[in-house]
């Protein structure tokens, strides 16, 4: 049982802010009831699943690793959850986090680290660095993540799972808590390719609730699950594959081209010229976009509230300067120069030109090209503390992510090998919508 399991490694690991023991038991108990019924259930049905704890569930802890929504109880479940829910999967609990997602370790969490299954003294990534080590270490079957500049799939390659990035628009956002809206996605963290197409065939898809899900796009992920890349056209991005890259990931990803050549498969090195600018502009941007996102936490309405205030002003200052962690003040702060009166022009509307720039390298590279892809992190899991004194070296880890998602491109990355025991994570970049190719490409390698 997986109670059993977590009750075993959860001591060591710690992926989880809430485990929702009761809860568990009494899905599973219902569950049973309705297989004695005779009733048709789903792919999902009693599949023991974990939730980022920035995903809203109805009467459970929602934290976002922060102690400013360190007792906030949403009264509701975000779509994605109420989708799986329908489906009968049974919510284990809510994973350690990244304070409202910043981050690339997980070490930005108000409440504790999580340690990486495969090596306990390094980090797991970040900043679903709690959803992946609970897939890694047998505490779940998958889960759900949110990918704002690679909290999914840098976790995923860190912790040797299938992180995927869905297309912006692609999974309803609706109960996520907004960290950089035009960037946020939630994806799927799996064991293998097939998870990740069933767990999609669940979230996935229009949403009323949210204006900027799309309607109309087909969906059966299943039908990718096809072992056949025969004619498939692969660019390979020279950017990515710079000096700072550690050159055994370099290698790694190139025997896994391979891999797809001897089956059919085409390559061919090309460029996309805007690539430096990627860092500069998705800090820009999600830092501009947070600071108004994170203006709601005021001490008043919900969440935290600082005691022993004089006025108004002290609530405001006191809840905020104690309810919010370093990082996260670093960006309210860095994202409220770049959008305040006169430097508005020179980064923030400036960082949005860069993004179409960006966006344009991407869609002229397929035009000719079906996928294209790179490492999903420049290193391997690293040790606890090496990067968490110097900021800009932390931003770094997101070099090869951070594009997709100023492009709202979908990105899924898979396994590819090893260095010293610890899993190197390949990107596989698609089309917008076509998770399909991306899902197929990284089926190939199963
Ligand atoms: N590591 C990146 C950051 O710190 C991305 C985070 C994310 O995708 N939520 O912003």
């Known amino acids: 049982n997986i109670l059993d399991r977590i009750a075993k490694v959860e001591p060591y690991i710690s992926s989880y802010i809430t485990i929702n023991d009761e809860g568990t038991l009494s899905m599973a108990d219902n569950i049973d009831k309705l297989i004695k019924n005779g009733e048709d259930l789903g792919d999902l049905a009693g599949i023991p699943m974990a939730l980022k704890d920035n995903i809203c569930t109805d009467g459970i802890l929602t934290t976002c690793g922060s102690k400013m929504l360190q007792n906030f109880v949403p009264p509701y479940n975000a779509t994605c959850v109420e989708r799986l829910y329908n489906e009968k999967s049974i919510l ?78 692609m999974v309803s956002r609706y109960g996520l808590v907004s960290y950089a809206s035009s960037l946020d996605q939630i994806g799927t963290l799996t064991k293998d390719v097939e998870d990740c197409a069933l767990v999609m065939n669940v979230i996935a898809g229009y949403d009323f609730r949210d204006s900027t899900s799309v309607s109309g796009v087909a969906l059966d992920y299943k039908e990718a699950l096809i072992q056949d890349v025969k004619g498939l056209k692969i660019g390979i991005p020279r950017e990515y594959f710079y000096e700072d890259i550690d050159i055994d990931i370099k290698k790694a990803v190139y025997e896994g081209v391979k891999v797809l050549c001897d089956m059919g498969a085409e390559y061919e090195e090309m460029s996309l010229p805007y690539t430096e600018y990627n860092l500069a502009t998705y800090f820009i941007i999600a830092s501009s976009e947070c600071s108004s996102n994170l203006a709601r936490y005021d001490g008043i309405r919900y969440g935290y509230r600082a005691s022993e205030c004089k006025n108004l002003n002290d609530v405001l200052i006191k809840s905020r300067s104690e309810g919010f962690g370093e990082e996260v003040k670093r960006r309210i702060m860095a994202g409220t120069y770049s959008l305040s009166f006169g430097y508005y022009d020179e980064y923030y509307k400036r960082a949005l030109k860069v993004r179409t720039l960006i966006k344009n390298d991407f869609a002229k590279a397929f035009e000719k090209y079906d996928v294209l892809i790179t490492p999903t992190s420049p290193h391997v899991a690293f040790k606890f503390n090496e990067k968490t004194r110097d900021p800009l070296m932390m931003y770094k880890s997101d070099i090869c992510t951070v594009g997709i998602n100023i492009a709202g491109l979908p990105a899924i990355s898979i396994c590819c090998g090893f260095k010293n025991h610890l899993p190197i994570g390949l990107q596989i970049i698609g089309r917008h919508f076509d998770e399909k190719t991306i899902l197929r490409v990284a089926y190939t390698f199963e």
Do not use: H
């Open 92 to 169: 284990i609990g809510k994973t350690n986090m990244d304070e409202f997602a910043m981050g690339s370790s997980t070490e930005n969490s108000a409440f504790k680290p999580t340690r990486n299954p495969w090596d306990l003294s390094r980090v797991p990534g970040g900043s679903s660095g709690g959803s992946a080590a609970s897939v890694a270490a047998g505490e779940a079957f998958f889960a759900l993540g949110s990918d704002t500049g690679g909290s999914i799939r840098q976790p995923a390659a860190l912790c040797g799972l299938v992180g995927l990035k869905p297309t912006y628009g």
